[in-house]
Nanobody, 121 residues
Framework: QVQLVESGGGLVQAGGSLRLSCAASGSISRLNTMGWYRQAPGQQRELVATITSGGSTNYADSVKERFTISRDNAKNTVNLQMNDLKPEDTAVYYC???????????????WGKGALVTVSS
């Protein structure tokens, strides 16, 4: 069984910063691309940022220059540093990972349960 657990959400004023973390645990042989997605009330889930196992990153245009994704392969964690937050960043942020299951060649895509980020104006 594989589990992704997010932490670090909360309430912050516009212009402030938050750091989200996601820890992967369970029967994992290898973590491939990891990422963060978000879903605002009444809207579809959207990509925020992704990072490959080699460190290549991709960002949504709306968060470029403000958010930074990073990972620690030894600890099976991925982080999202969010600076200059805006009210429109308010959403539930979900961690996502493509991974290979231990002792097999089977792959799976896994989601965390989400962390709420609220940015007040």
């Amino acid at each position: 069984q594989v589990q992704l657990v997010e932490s670090g959400g909360g309430l912050v004023q516009a212009g402030g910063s938050l750091r989200l973390s996601c820890a992967a645990s369970g029967s994992i042989s290898r973590l491939n691309t990891m990422g963060w997605y978000r879903q605002a009330p009444g809207q579809q889930r959207e990509l925020v940022a992704t990072i490959t196992s080699g460190g290549s990153t991709n960002y949504a245009d709306s968060v470029k220059e403000r958010f930074t994704i990073s990972r620690d392969n030894a600890k099976n964690t991925v982080n999202l540093q969010m600076n200059d937050l805006k009210p429109e960043d308010t959403a539930v942020y979900y961690c996502n990972a493509d991974l290979v299951i231990r002792y097999s060649y089977n792959t799976m895509n896994c989601w965390g349960k989400g962390a709420l980020v609220t940015v007040s104006s």
